[in-house]
């Protein structure tokens, strides 16, 4: 594991968006019988998704969280020197969509401006990636974009995906103060597991074609996709949470010098309500410091760490609190992350 430490470098304000579509679980009953529609449900605690109508992608969303950031900050978007777009779901192959937000949003041409394509640990990353620019002189203030329309990925027919995914779009201001004091970082990786997550085909691997579109049964259980739908292997995933995010978790607090028992609010991402009540007692946490979003929205990658923050945290988050991140999958990748938050604005979710 990377285990990284960064000075006086802080989230100043959070603004998230959804999509105003609301799908109910237990009515999401087009493909399977509802007896086994509500087996599902219960099982993995999502109740309500947000979906993103054919017309509005991660970047909409991103969008219109960081209207809402720079309505509610007044922040001087003059003063943007990095801008970072975090999504598996951007609008094109190219540009990169950064570019594309970067003139939507007003930015100056002098914004430094990439895509970051990871998945669910993809915002622990990406903090960890502009607090290293943020330590440079010349870098005053950092916008990270975390967008995913996932609902346009899974299959429906697919009874191991079609009730996990949501969308949404998160926008994250980066300052340097040093009220933050000390953040400290875990990275890790591992392309072994590939498979356990995965699109197949649609890349530049095995190239869009007749074939990789065609939906077909894929398992003895009917359950349909094409080769350009995601698949997750639900089982080998939670063997691979369970073993290595409690490890994680003890090597950044020892790595920090901390307990748990410091940790304000710990914020887990979003995967199914199985795996994070396995984690919270695992782990031995206060169920009371554990915000969750999965119940209405679901599992929306890596926006579900920031999108949990604004939607669950906003009033809570007084003076300087302690939070712990964690987020984990598709690579396989994971990360965590023990941050001082203080005096950060955090805006009204925002619908779209």
């Given amino acids: 594991m990377a285990l990284l430490t960064y000075q006086g470098i802080g989230i100043a304000a959070m603004a998230a968006a959804v999509p105003s579509r609301i799908i109910k679980n237990y009515e999401y009953t087009d493909h399977f019988p509802a007896e086994e529609v509500k087996d599902v449900v219960d099982k ?48 094109y192959r190219m540009p990169a969509t950064s570019i594309i937000l970067q003139d939507r949003l007003g930015l100056p041409s002098t914004t ?129 949470v369970i073993r290595e995010i409690p490890k994680d978790f003890r090597a950044i607090f020892e790595y920090a010098k901390l307990d748990a028992n410091q940790v304000d609010y710990f914020v887990f991402h979003q995967a199914n309500n199985f795996i994070n009540s396995y984690l919270a007692k695992k782990l031995k946490l206060d169920s009371e410091k554990l915000p969750s979003t999965i119940e209405k929205f679901g599992n929306t990658s890596s926006v579900s760490v920031p999108l949990t923050v604004v939607s669950e945290l906003n009033n809570k988050l007084n003076g300087g609190n302690t939070l712990f991140l964690s987020a984990f999958g598709v690579g396989m990748t994971w990360a965590s992350s023990i941050l001082t938050i203080n005096g950060c604005k955090i805006c009204d979710l925002v619908e779209v």
């Fill in 44 to 91: 993995i605690g999502i109740f309500e998704r947000r979906f993103a109508d054919e017309n509005t992608c991660s970047s909409d969303l991103c969008f219109a969280a960081a209207e809402k950031l720079f309505e509610e900050t007044k922040t001087d978007r003059s003063e943007i020197d990095l801008l970072v777009f975090l999504s598996q779901t951007p609008d």
């Fill in 112 to 240: 430094i401006a990439f895509d970051v394509s990871l998945g669910c640990s993809a915002f622990i990353y990406g903090l960890s990636i502009v607090y290293g620019f943020m330590q440079q002189p010349g870098i005053r203030k950092a916008l990270i974009l975390d967008g995913e329309t996932r609902s346009k990925v899974y299959s429906p027919k697919d009874r191991r995906t079609a009730f996990l995914f949501g969308d949404a779009g998160s926008a994250t201001l980066i300052e340097k103060n040093d009220k933050y004091g000390t953040s400290y970082f875990s990275l890790n990786s591992d392309g072994s597991r590939e498979d356990l997550i995965k699109i197949n085909a649609g890349g530049y691997r095995n190239p869009s074609s007749v074939e990789t579109v065609r939906e077909k049964v894929v398992d003895e259980f009917g359950n349909i996709r094409s080769e350009e739908n995601g698949y997750m292997n639900g089982s080998d995933v939670f063997n691979f």
